[in-house]
């Protein structure tokens, strides 16, 4: 009977068992960090994009992240610490996909079999090249479409920033950005030096004006849509503007 009851206790003992976290407390520790840090940055992003810096209060930013607002001080200082994650945080996606984009087209690629006659050689280049410029137009298109197309409240951000009489966040951008812009050039300087990209193509001004087709309809959203009434979230929508723009950057600067 004593066996008995033990088994029974024991028993109910595994049955009451509640699964425990293994997980060492400074690893459960840094995990929890990084989700308070996020959720602080996606309150904060919204609360900046609808009031800008002047109007946003850390302790609504507090509020919607379910947080008290010690932890922001703790992990941003201030709000001025705040705001500049906020930015570098909504450019992070872009710049590191356009840097992993330029990573790509500077691998070596291989060497095609030689052709018997040189005049096929020459067509085969030359479609080549224009190959490496649609590659180059259309990863570079993409990711600012992506970007302007789910991050509406960065741009919003941005427009404030540009009322303040401030330079903060013009400076991340340009920290940020500045050297892309650079990277992207000097890959299209360097085709137009080996007779892949027109020699008359200004590549700065090339660049600047495909950013502008990609970012304005995103930033004057409602002067474009009254005069072309589109969804400018719809994923077809999209992928038909891209292959526009790439093909007017491609025809326009391909020899």
Same mark, same amino acid.
């Given at each position: 009977m004593g066996g008995m009851m033990r088994g029974v206790m024991q028993g109910a003992g595994r049955a009451a068992a509640v699964p425990v976290d293994d997980t060492p407390a400074p690893k459960r520790k840094e995990r929890n960090a990084i989700e308070t840090k996020r959720r602080i940055l996606e309150a904060a992003a919204t609360e900046f994009a609808a009031k800008g810096f002047d109007g946003a209060r850390l302790g609504t930013i507090a509020r919607a992240a379910e947080v008290q607002q010690a932890l922001i001080h703790h992990y941003f200082s201030d709000k001025e610490g705040l705001h500049a994650e906020v930015v570098r945080a909504g450019?992070?996606?872009?710049?590191?996909?356009?840097?992993?984009?330029? @990573?790509?087209?500077?691998?070596?690629?291989?060497?095609?079999?030689?052709?018997?006659?040189?005049?096929?050689?020459?067509?085969?280049?030359?479609?080549?090249?224009?190959?490496?410029?649609? #590659?180059?137009?259309?990863?570079? #298109?993409?990711?600012?479409?992506?970007?302007? @197309?789910?991050?509406?409240?960065?741009?919003?951000?941005?427009?404030?920033?540009?009322?303040?009489?401030?330079?903060?966040?013009?400076?991340? #951008?340009?920290?940020?950005l500045g050297p892309i812009f650079d990277g992207v050039v000097a890959r299209l300087d360097a085709m137009r030096e080996r007779g892949e990209v027109r020699a008359d193509v200004d590549t700065k001004h090339l660049v600047l004006s495909c950013v502008a087709m990609v970012a304005f309809p995103f930033q004057e959203e409602a002067f474009v849509t009254a005069i072309w009434p589109a969804n400018w979230q719809d994923a077809e929508f999209l992928a038909e503007r891209r292959r526009n723009i790439v093909a007017m950057i491609v025809d326009r600067i391909a020899p």
């Open positions: 450019l992070a996606a872009m710049t590191e996909g356009i840097w992993e984009l330029l @990573a790509r087209m500077d691998a070596p690629a291989p060497e095609p079999p030689a052709p018997k006659k040189p005049k096929a050689r020459s067509e085969s280049t030359k479609k080549r090249s224009r190959e490496d410029l649609r #590659v180059l137009a259309d990863g570079f #298109v993409d990711l600012l479409l992506r970007f302007f @197309a789910n991050n509406r409240g960065f741009l919003a951000i941005l427009q404030h920033e540009a009322q303040r009489e401030t330079d903060d966040a013009t400076s991340i #951008v340009k920290d940020k």
